[in-house]
């Protein structure tokens, strides 16, 4: 048998170029290596994708929905929710904070809790004066009103919970009663310009938005806010800001983040994270011993050829190198055909939530959560799977380069 010179000599470019001829000799057995590769990546990818995008959609329900990436609040409001911890924001302030760029909004908030009524019922709630555009632009409030109309300068946003346990239709009055700003009697009525529906049940059940001045004028805290909520172009973009919105506040008032703010949260984000590690190392070794047994099938069917080349004078060296070359070809086009592969598949995801219905779905409705599994479309995610299993191929390459250093003649005699 003899063997083309291409085979026994040249540099690796030369190699390269054998190890690719060598993998459409026997395209059944490339091509189902290259598969368990690129199904790899695609389950990888689709797990690191719903992973982060059940974290975005809770990190959004806190920063979007309520809290802002972060507050300015009196000193005292953390330790003690109480109107009397208020402030009035000086125009200085609001000015320096409107002139940070990685701030996106500045919105003011008055909040206290009160009595409402209705005809003979009651009910304990949370009243929230609010800039109305500037609230819209954070929490895109106006889109969640249900029935009646977004309010401007007067009137009651009510949740539909507590509009139904109150029996309050649009245009009906309601009835507010208080502590006010050290102390005073608030009382109030307010005619209800609309319901809103929010993901966050609690919220429906128990909160009502008032305008700010009107707010301040029921609570008698007249230019006082409870908070100063702060909306970054991004996580990563406010965090940056941190440090120098600090540097902008007296010493009687303190920044929060909304790790701060709700730390069972990030608590929860982390604890999953653990969990989702543990997950993905099992698909890790699912993946890396499929591509394994793949390669030994491989290695034990082409033993004779191994050792004919070996007879004919090919260095062992150049033979090991020819077969790394190999497994990385396959590895090559694994990732990319996996990577290409997950792009719409996961597209499809992230504008298509899976839909959890049942006990659990009335659980995470319960806590606050919509009731959909979301994906991010996070090209880090993608990349990142395509590096581990790429760094699996690449490690079970090393399986026939060593043992091309031990392969015999003899075989190919006996043979």
Same mark, same amino acid.
């Given at each position: 048998?003899?063997?083309?010179k291409e085979?026994t000599?040249?540099?690796?470019?030369g190699?390269?170029k054998i190890?690719?001829?060598?993998l459409?000799?026997?395209k059944?057995?490339t091509?189902?290596?290259?598969s368990?590769?690129?199904?790899?990546?695609?389950?990888?990818?689709?797990?690191?994708?719903?992973q982060?995008?059940?974290?975005?959609?809770?990190?959004?329900?806190?920063?979007?929905?309520?809290?802002?990436?972060a507050?300015i609040?009196?000193?005292k409001?953390?330790?003690?929710?109480? #109107?009397?911890n208020?402030?009035?924001?000086?125009d200085?302030?609001?000015?320096?904070l409107?002139?940070?760029d990685? #701030?996106?909004?500045?919105v003011?908030?008055l909040e206290?809790?009160?009595l409402?009524s209705?005809g003979?019922k009651?009910?304990?709630?949370?009243?929230?004066?609010?800039?109305?555009?500037k609230e819209?632009?954070?929490?895109?409030?106006?889109?969640?009103?249900?029935?009646?109309?977004?309010?401007?300068?007067?009137?009651?946003?009510?949740?539909?919970?507590?509009?139904?346990?109150?029996?309050?239709d649009?245009?009906d009055t309601l009835?507010?009663?208080?502590?006010?700003?050290h102390?005073?009697s608030?009382?109030?009525?307010?005619?209800?310009?609309g319901?809103?529906s929010?993901?966050?049940?609690e919220l429906n059940?128990?909160?009502?938005y008032m305008?700010?001045?009107?707010?301040?004028y029921?609570?008698?805290?007249?230019?006082?806010v409870?908070?100063?909520?702060?909306?970054?172009?991004?996580q990563?973009a406010?965090?940056?800001a941190?440090?120098?919105?600090?540097?902008?506040?007296?010493?009687d008032r303190?920044?929060?983040?909304?790790?701060?703010?709700?730390?069972?949260?990030?608590?929860?984000?982390?604890s999953?994270?653990?969990?989702?590690?543990?997950?993905?190392l099992?698909l890790?070794?699912?993946?890396?011993?499929?591509?394994?047994?793949?390669?030994v *099938? *491989?290695?034990?069917e082409r033993?004779?050829?191994?050792?004919?080349?070996?007879?004919v004078g *090919?260095?062992?060296?150049?033979?090991?190198l *020819?077969?790394l070359?190999?497994?990385?070809?396959?590895?090559?086009?694994?990732?990319i055909?996996?990577?290409l592969g997950t792009?719409?598949?996961?597209?499809?995801f992230v504008?298509?939530p899976i839909?959890?219905?049942g006990?659990?779905?009335e659980?995470?409705?319960?806590?606050?959560?919509?009731?959909?599994m979301?994906?991010?479309?996070?090209v880090?995610?993608f990349?990142q799977?395509?590096?581990v299993?790429?760094?699996?191929?690449?490690?079970?390459?090393?399986y026939?380069?060593i043992r091309?250093?031990?392969?015999?003649?003899?075989?190919?005699?006996?043979?």
């Open positions: 048998m003899s063997i083309p085979k000599s040249g540099g690796t470019p190699v390269m190890a690719w001829r060598n459409w000799r026997n059944r057995r091509i189902i290596t290259v368990s590769i690129f199904f790899g990546v695609i389950f990888s990818a689709i797990m690191g994708s719903m982060e995008g059940s974290y975005q959609k809770m990190i959004e329900n806190v920063v979007r929905f309520y809290a802002g990436h507050q609040q009196h000193v409001y953390p330790d003690q929710e109480s #109107i009397n208020s402030f009035v924001p000086s200085s302030l609001m000015a320096s409107n002139k940070v990685e #701030i996106e909004e500045v003011p908030r206290s809790f009160a409402a209705s003979q009651t009910e304990g709630i949370m009243v929230m004066g609010v800039d109305p555009d819209d632009r954070m929490t895109e409030l106006s889109t969640k009103v249900i029935e009646g109309n977004y309010f401007q300068k007067d009137g009651a946003l009510v949740g539909k919970e507590l509009a139904g346990n109150l029996g309050l649009v245009g009835v507010m009663i208080s502590q006010g700003y102390g005073v608030a009382f109030g009525q307010y005619q209800v310009k319901i809103f929010h993901p966050n049940p059940r128990r909160l009502v305008p700010l001045p009107e707010a301040q029921f609570f008698q805290a007249f230019g006082n409870t908070s100063l909520a702060l909306v970054g172009a991004s990563k406010m965090n940056k941190l440090p120098e919105i600090r540097s902008m506040i007296n010493n303190v920044l929060r983040t909304w790790q701060e703010m709700f730390p069972a949260v990030l608590q929860q984000i982390e999953d994270r653990a969990t989702a590690l543990i997950m993905k099992i890790y070794l699912v993946i890396g011993f499929g591509i394994l047994g793949t390669v *099938m *491989m290695m034990a033993q004779h050829e191994f050792s004919v080349m070996v007879a *090919m260095h062992r060296s150049k033979l090991a *020819m077969l070359m190999e497994i990385l070809w396959i590895g090559v086009l694994g990732v055909s996996g990577f792009m719409p598949v996961v597209s499809w504008n298509h839909p959890i219905t006990q659990a779905g659980w995470m409705k319960n806590i606050g959560f919509e009731p959909y979301f994906f991010a479309w996070d880090g995610v990349l799977q395509v590096l299993v790429f760094i699996l191929t690449t490690l079970v390459s090393f026939p380069f091309a250093f031990k392969i015999s003649p003899v075989v190919s005699v006996k043979n």
